[in-house]
C-alpha cells in the first residue's frame, strides 16, 4: 500500500517519529485511523441514542426481557 500525504502531514508524521513518542511514520498512522475510527463509532453511538432518546419521549417503546434480546436488538437484529 502506498499512502501520498501533503507536506504539511508529512511534517507531522516525521514530527512525531522524531519526538520518540512513535517508532515509525507506520506507527503514528495506524494510531491516527485507530482514532478516527474510534471518533465515527463515538458520533455513531450518539446518533444512535438522540434518535431513540427521541422515540422514548414521543413514547414508542419496545419491551426486551433478557440481556440476549436486548443485544441483537441494538446489533439490528430482530
Known sequence: ?????TPALEAVV???????????????????????IQAEEAI??????EVGYRELESGKKTEVN????????ARGRK
Open 1 to 5: 500500500m502506498n499512502v501520498s500525504l
Open 14 to 36: 516525521k514530527d512525531r517519529v522524531e519526538s520518540g513518542l512513535y517508532n515509525n511514520a507506520s506507527e503514528v498512522i495506524r494510531e491516527a485511523l485507530r482514532q478516527s
Open 44 to 49: 455513531k453511538l450518539k446518533q444512535n441514542a
Open 66 to 73: 433478557s440481556k440476549a434480546d436486548f443485544l441483537k436488538m
